[in-house]
């Protein structure tokens, strides 16, 4: 039976998924927002890439049937005590931290009835085919400029910023070429650019770009029953961000257009951010 009730949020890290599944919490009707929640670990282990689709619509049942008689599931909280941060690092004069947290609520039983979002970037990237192959969810994807993707991916220390997912190479074939790459920043491109290949004129799939969903929150409304973002709500745009090493505009330019080839669909221009 496909599970009607759910919508899979995916897209390239550090392109805004976080924030908007917040902002989708804050301003929708009945929802309950999973980022990133453990149990898609076991599936990512135990299931084969053509049986996915099945395992997280069957997990899901299970799911809403132990919400139904209130047995505690994990939820994502922010260091803050707020139920979702809204990045998933903050920068402190101590160094970057990570700002979430898993926490056993105990649920309210109509949680089981209402509208559900998981957000997975890597994984639910991979296996997009599969998932839209099944029918079974709507699908949001976002994405960001390059640039200023590729200059987030190199100011922290996660996989994204070697230029390598084992995840992703896992379940899908078309990276195994990176472990041959020996540029850190070529094998970012090909990993971005492999994001966009996945999302380009895909039908099923809601694609969000960074810049439009903060310059307007409420473009989500159209796309998602019950949401009601105002349109005064506005976000602060972070793609010049200080934190980033602007010195490496030039060699990030350079490399995403003798390497990258997808990323033009969405950003035929990429200096510009």
Known sequence: MADRQTTLVTGVPRSGSTLLIKTIAENSVDTLVLDEPGWLKKIRQTSEPHA???ALNDHLAVLRNQV?????????YGLDGQEIADNHFKRTAE???RTKTAELITPEPHWSEIHWFIKSNIYFTAVLDQLLESGYFQIIATVRNPVAVLKSWRSLDVSVSKGRSLMAEKFDPQLAHLGGVSDRLHRQVLLLDWMYKKYLNKS???VVK???FVEQPNILNSMIEGCHIPAELKFSSQNNSDHYDHSETEA???CLEKYGQYYKYFYPEPAVI
Do not use: F, M
């Open 204 to 206: 099923g799939v809601d």
């Open 95 to 97: 160094g970057i931290q």
């Open 210 to 212: 960074y810049e439009s």
């Open 252 to 254: 990030i330019i350079g």
């Open 68 to 76: 139904s008689r209130q047995k505690p599931i994990e939820l994502t």
């Open 52 to 54: 996915t689709a099945d």
